[in-house]
């Protein structure tokens, strides 16, 4: 957003004297709202100043070049502000396990957090080990289901992913639906999908320190992306 704003409306002399933080705008492919809003109100000046260059414009030029000049450190300033924003954001581990996988259900699952506005960083296809199961599954390893269900995560491929928002941890588990799929409401994951505990077709983190252990267990932090998307200033705001 911010970087169309600096290419397409900023003359050359505005776009030289923004460089110094356009590299901000393209590093984390960031330049949200704030930075949007912050580069916007930074070139409002230069604009009509450099369409006709008399001399009363060159004065305006230059009344406008100081407003652009104490706008950057703002602008730099709401860029980091969200930058902090995004790197509040909230992240969740889920998984698609091997019978989800197996009944053709990766794109419907994948759907219903896409739609509700919850964002993709990290997925990958693997077959876990049983050593891997049972680390993830270390919490329940005096439940009589354990060896079971450890066997069962290990079976086949599983889709592992990680989704960002606001709440997603909590919701996300909304989305799925109660553990067993008989109690699931409908409308739920589990609820439409599923029909009994032992094959529930997806995993969620259950509170924020389980989802950093889980992320940490499945995910390598370089195959965790930081990115903006287009729509996000759709999905988040105050009125
Ligand atoms: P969750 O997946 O909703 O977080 P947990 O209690 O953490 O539920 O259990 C992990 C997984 O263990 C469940 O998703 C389900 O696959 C399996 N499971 C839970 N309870 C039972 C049970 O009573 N019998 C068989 N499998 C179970
Ligand atoms: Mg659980």
Redesign the pocket.
Known sequence: MSSQICRSAAPRAARSLLSSYSKQCSRSISGGRAAAAATAVSLRGFIPSLASFGREERTNASRAWISGVIALPAAAYMLQDQEAHAAEMERTFIAI?PDGVQRGLIAEIISRFERKGYKLVAIKVLVPSKEFAEKH?H??KE???FN??CD?LSSGPVVAMVWEGEGVIKYG?KL?G???PQKSEPGTIRGDLAVV????I???S?GPETAKDEIGLWFKPEELVNYTSNAEKWIYGVN
Do not use: C, E, S, W
């Not at 505990?197 to 529930?200: E, L, M, S």
């Open positions: 396990k599954y919490d329940l439940r009589p289901f079971g269900l069962f588990r799925i109660a553990t067993d505990v032992g094959r529930n997806i995993h969620g259950d």
